[in-house]
């Protein structure tokens, strides 16, 4: 029988395949397909554990990606005894291990999405430990002014008692101590605008960081997506030219060179 390469399969490979599709029991990952999907009608096979009917399933995991099967009824708050029965026999080696390159490509765009995240929320951690600095620190000095006031306040009392018999002059130091009250009031409230402006820019930097990251986030999410969509065209293309050889009993070594050209593509 014709191979991939024109040469025989060596039997560490067909060993290895084997063994994979043998040992894997329990129930991989699935995607819902509605041209495979509810609970089998027939009564038999059963699910090992609970002799129930098992439901109709696609596997969307690892070298499996693709296999339809029968699986366990019981999902939750039970015991799931995994696969019951693989519909569809195991995929060519080759096709084996283009599926699992594909999942590892997968994996690495997520796990770099991932550190993206971790990266924005440590920065974000610390922007908001130096706001919260900035806010004792601004905290700590509007105290000193109001203990700065507050003495200034009783100088001038004092002041003015010792001068209680000279009004003009009280009359003018109290102008002067408004003035200066006025004048501490509108410095102080003045630097605490200052910094809520401060605060106010540091948050739409963070706002706007946050609104990049999104945005590249989804842009991320869409490729995969379109790469997922060329992934069901090539597969489709696949099980065509499988049911043809199938039809005609693997007599022809022209629908296998194409099988081939479809998967290096």
């Not at 002014?145 to 109290?174: A, H, N, P």
Request: glycine letters at 4%; proline letters at 3%; aromatic letters at 6%.
């Amino acid at each position: 029988m014709p191979s991939w390469n024109d040469e025989e399969t060596s039997s560490e490979e067909e060993c290895e395949a084997v063994s994979m599709d043998m040992g894997l029991m329990e129930e991989p990952d699935t995607t819902v397909e509605p041209l495979f999907c509810g609970q089998l009608e027939l009564a038999h096979p059963k699910c090992i554990l609970h002799q129930l009917r098992p439901i109709k399933r696609v596997a969307f995991e690892g070298p499996v990606t693709g296999r339809r099967f029968y699986g366990c009824p019981v999902q939750e708050n039970g015991v799931n005894c995994g696969v019951v029965e693989w519909v569809d026999g195991p995929w060519p080696t080759v096709l084996q291990r283009c599926l699992c390159k594909l999942w590892e490509m997968f994996h690495e765009q997520n796990f770099g999405r991932v550190q993206d995240k971790e990266k924005f929320e440590q920065e974000l951690a610390r922007l908001k430990s130096e706001h919260e600095r900035e806010l004792a620190k601004l905290r700590t000095e509007n105290d000193k002014l109001c203990i700065e006031y507050t003495k200034l306040v009783d100088d001038v009392s004092k002041m003015f008692d010792w001068q209680d018999g000279r009004v003009d002059k009280k009359q003018v130091e109290e102008e002067e101590l408004e003035k200066k009250k006025k004048e501490l009031e509108e410095k102080a409230m003045l630097e605490v605008q200052m910094e809520k402006l401060k605060l106010a820019k540091e948050q739409r930097c963070i706002l706007q960081s946050q609104a990049d990251i999104i945005k590249n986030t989804r842009k991320a999410m869409k490729d995969v997506e379109v790469d997922r969509d060329v992934l069901k065209k090539e597969k489709a293309k696949l099980e065509l030219v499988v049911a043809e050889l199938l039809n005609e009993g693997y007599g022809s070594k022209e629908k296998l060179e194409q099988i081939k050209a479809i998967l290096e593509s």
